[in-house]
């Protein structure tokens, strides 16, 4: 198994403001993925990011709203850019880890509100 | 693009009985993995169980297993002798074998355990 840490575990943020929400892997990955989760819905990729390189984002999402980082193998950030109340979600940090068929593993999310 | 569908919003069960919840996918790929995971009111994504699409044999993980009919592109998890601890929603998600490893989650099933 991986063991995932990410940094908030929530946070109340004003609109118009950024958040930035960290994610620490207990040991090297390629491929780090961020998915939100709004309210009572399923869980959406934002984007994928690989170290060296720019993150590929989905259809939807677009990197001045949602800038990522990847320092190096263990580390990405992810930024909610100049929030409003839609924004308001549980965002995830994911990782594969081990043989390709393992699944994905999780961090234990951030939730965020904005008001 | 790969979908995946779950009809069920909620589900309830009594506690030790078996449930069953549904889900169908499309896609034109012929090598994929599916997944069920669990996510508790702790927000934690849990994986549940999983399935290679090449393998005929469902899978099975001591209370949990699959039936995975491929042509009818059917993925159902059955939980047997239902704990109060399976209370939790329920996604089921796709992946493909080769290429991009985001994983495509359905909508969720909201499952509750009746003592």
């Known amino acids: 198994s991986a063991v995932i840490s990410q940094k908030p575990s929530r946070d109340i943020c004003q609109r118009g403001t950024s958040l930035t929400i960290q994610c620490q892997v207990d040991s090297q990955v390629t491929m780090m993925f961020w998915y939100r989760q709004q309210p009572g819905q399923s869980l959406t990729l934002i984007a994928t990011?690989?170290?060296?390189?720019?993150?590929?984002?989905e259809s939807g999402f677009v990197i001045d709203k949602f800038p990522i980082s990847r320092p190096n193998l263990t580390f990405s950030t992810l930024t909610v850019s100049n929030m409003s109340p839609e924004d308001s979600s549980i965002y995830l940090c994911?990782?594969?880890?081990?043989?390709?068929?393992?699944?994905?593993?999780f961090g234990q999310g951030t939730r965020l509100t904005v008001v | 693009a790969q979908t995946v569908t779950q009809s069920q919003p909620e589900m309830s069960v009594q506690e030790a009985e078996t449930v069953t919840l549904s889900c169908t996918y499309d896609?034109?790929?012929?090598?994929?993995?599916l997944f069920w995971y669990k996510q508790p009111p702790s927000r934690q994504m849990i994986l549940v169980i999983r399935?290679?699409?090449?393998?005929?044999q469902n899978a099975t993980e001591n209370r949990f297993s699959v039936n995975f009919q491929k042509a009818a592109k059917s993925f159902s998890l059955k939980i047997s002798d239902s704990q109060l601890g399976d209370a939790a929603m329920y996604f089921c998600a796709y992946r493909r074998r080769q290429g991009a490893q985001k994983l495509v989650f359905g909508q969720g099933t909201r499952l509750t355990i009746n003592p």
């Open positions: 399935q290679e699409a090449y393998k005929q």
């Open positions: 896609t034109s790929e012929s090598d994929y993995y």
């Open positions: 990011a690989n170290q060296g390189s720019e993150a590929t984002y």
């Open positions: 994911s990782v594969n880890k081990g043989t390709i068929d393992r699944g994905a593993f």
